[in-house]
């Protein structure tokens, strides 16, 4: 399983990029997929994610609103539209997925990761 990152950048304050995650195999091999980031403290959090089974997805609370999780199930990419971007949502973006359920991790556990994508906001 591998996991392909890209569409980061040097973006300025209230702008919209996309990122895209190109995974290997069927989507139906992924019990979730989604994001996660690394803020320049080290900060690492959850972002977002998709539940491949029932398409459900979710969100940390200080990008809801903002950003959009979805995916295309025939070229087996993950995307997130992210807008209104603030300087704190500089980090490293990390497209990471689950292939089973991990009990007690909400969303997306994290089980394999793909390499980041840098995302810097700034004017």
């Known amino acids: 399983v591998q996991l392909q990152a890209s569409g980061g950048g040097l973006v300025q304050p209230g702008g919209s990029p996309r990122l895209s995650c190109a995974a290997s195999g069927s989507p139906s091999d992924y019990y979730a997929i989604g994001w996660f980031r690394q803020t320049p403290g080290n900060v690492r959090e959850w972002v977002s994610c998709?539940?491949?089974?029932?398409?459900?997805?979710d969100y940390t609370e200080s990008v809801k609103g903002r950003f959009a999780i979805s995916r295309d199930y025939a070229k087996n990419t993950l995307y997130l539209q992210m807008n209104s971007l603030k300087p704190e949502d500089t980090a490293v973006y990390y497209c990471?997925?689950?292939?089973?359920?991990?009990?007690?991790?909400?969303?997306?556990?994290?089980?394999?990761w793909g390499q980041g994508t840098q995302v810097t906001v700034s004017s």
């Open positions: 990471a997925a689950d292939l089973r359920r991990y009990k007690g991790a909400g969303c997306l556990f994290g089980e394999i």
């Open positions: 998709i539940n491949s089974r029932d398409g459900s997805t």
